[in-house]
């Protein structure tokens, strides 16, 4: 008997037999042959969705390459530009520290301001395949040092910004308005010889000598401290100011405001007299600073356009 394999069709009627004979070895051949080409068409298959994925991801990531070449490009002529204006504001912020009296930022401050850590990487800085040679690295560390600099130039500026408003509410209580508008500085402060007591004696503010009656108005904001009759001063206001200042107004012919009260620079708190220890109609104005008296015309505006113009406002 030969070795060979038989394979037998039948139709579904079974009229029908069909049967074909093929021997052993030619049925491994057609079998093998079967395999191997089906593994090769399998293989070449994959292969060809191999190289066609990695054709569209390259040219994905191609394009992607010149986008973020383009980028960085770009972010590299926007630090420049950030930094020249960082420059300015640096500039514009020694200048405001100057007006407002506060000390510069040196140099040193502001390096420790944008120093910090350097960017490493286990990867080559410069990005392969672009055309211009950018070094990520570098960028990222020039980025950090400006995010640091804007930090410490925002950080410079609400100090100055809280300085502003210290140094413009300190104005509204600095004892700058002259309280008599139009009168006369007939004794001024420091040693003199006392009208009355007709001895050598510090004088401790300014005498304005004006009409009786002359209204007499507050020369910053304040709250009244005292009013009313003080031996030798007459009657008599006292205001204090925040910061530290007080002033004094005495010999008065009337008193128009009561402790306790709030007053504006400008308001009226009473009128030129001849109270107290007095040899004519004036007014006794003293500055205090935390108690110690200072001349008051170093605080006076200069301007008398500019004193009529407070009073005017302040009624």
Same mark, same amino acid.
């Given at each position: 008997?030969?070795?060979?394999?038989?394979?037998? $069709?039948?139709?579904?009627?079974?009229?029908?037999?069909?049967?074909? *004979?093929?021997?052993?070895?030619?049925?491994?051949? $057609?079998?093998?042959?079967?395999?191997?080409?089906?593994?090769?068409?399998?293989?070449?298959?994959?292969? $060809?969705?191999?190289?066609?994925?990695?054709?569209?991801?390259? *040219?994905?990531?191609?394009?992607?390459?010149?986008?973020?070449?383009?980028?960085?490009?770009?972010?590299?002529?926007?630090?420049?530009?950030?930094?020249?204006?960082?420059?300015?504001?640096?500039?514009?912020?020694?200048?405001?520290?100057?007006?407002?009296?506060?000390?510069?930022?040196?140099?040193?401050?502001?390096?420790?301001?944008?120093?910090?850590?350097?960017?490493?990487?286990?990867?080559?800085?410069?990005?392969?395949?672009?055309?211009?040679?950018?070094?990520?690295?570098?960028?990222?560390?020039?980025?950090?040092?400006?995010?640091?600099?804007?930090?410490?130039?925002?950080?410079?500026?609400?100090?100055?910004?809280?300085?502003?408003?210290?140094?413009?509410?300190? =104005?509204?209580?600095?004892?700058?308005?002259?309280?008599?508008?139009?009168?006369?500085?007939?004794?001024?402060?420091?040693?003199?010889?006392?009208? =009355?007591?007709?001895?050598?004696?510090?004088?401790?503010? =300014?005498?304005?000598?004006?009409?009786?009656?002359?209204?007499?108005?507050?020369?910053?904001?304040?709250?009244?401290?005292?009013?009313?009759?003080?031996?030798?001063?007459?009657?008599?206001?006292?205001?204090?100011?925040?910061?530290?200042?007080?002033?004094?107004?005495?010999?008065?012919?009337?008193?128009?405001?009561?402790?306790?009260?709030?007053? *504006?620079?400008?308001?009226?708190?009473?009128?030129?007299?001849?109270?107290?220890?007095?040899?004519?109609?004036?007014?006794?104005?003293?500055?205090?600073?935390?108690?110690?008296?200072?001349?008051?015309?170093? $605080?006076?505006?200069?301007?008398?356009?500019?004193?009529?113009?407070?009073?005017?406002?302040?009624?």
């Amino acid at each position: 008997m030969k070795d060979e394999s038989r394979i037998i $069709f039948i139709s579904r009627d079974q009229r029908k037999i069909k049967e074909i *004979k093929i021997s052993r070895w030619k049925l491994i051949t $057609f079998i093998s042959v079967f395999l191997i080409s089906f593994l090769i068409i399998g293989k070449i298959g994959l292969d $060809f969705l191999v190289d066609f994925s990695l054709n569209s991801e390259m *040219k994905r990531l191609s394009r992607t390459n010149l986008v973020l070449q383009d980028r960085l490009v770009e972010m590299s002529q926007k630090y420049k530009q950030l930094t020249e204006q960082i420059k300015k504001i640096a500039e514009t912020d020694d200048q405001l520290r100057m007006v407002l009296g506060l000390p510069k930022l040196n140099e040193d401050v502001r390096k420790v301001g944008i120093g910090g850590s350097d960017y490493n990487y286990e990867l080559l800085d410069q990005v392969s395949g672009f055309e211009a040679r950018i070094d990520l690295a570098s960028t990222l560390k020039k980025i950090n040092e400006l995010e640091r600099e804007v930090k410490l130039e925002m950080e410079s500026y609400q100090s100055l910004l809280s300085t502003f408003h210290k140094k413009q509410d300190s =104005v509204r209580y600095l004892p700058a308005l002259r309280p008599v508008i139009h009168g006369v500085i007939s004794s001024g402060f420091g040693r003199r010889y006392h009208p =009355v007591f007709k001895v050598i004696r510090f004088h401790e503010g =300014v005498d304005i000598s004006a009409p009786t009656h002359t209204p007499v108005f507050a020369s910053a904001d304040g709250v009244v401290k005292f009013s009313g009759y003080n031996g030798g001063y007459g009657k008599m206001v006292v205001l204090d100011h925040k910061y530290g200042f007080q002033t004094r107004y005495a010999h008065l012919s009337k008193i128009l405001v009561r402790r306790g009260q709030r007053v *504006k620079r400008g308001e009226k708190i009473g009128e030129v007299g001849n109270t107290g220890i007095s040899t004519a109609p004036h007014l006794h104005y003293e500055v205090l600073l935390h108690g110690k008296n200072l001349n008051p015309e170093h $605080f006076f505006f200069d301007d008398p356009g500019l004193n009529q113009t407070i009073v005017a406002n302040a009624q």
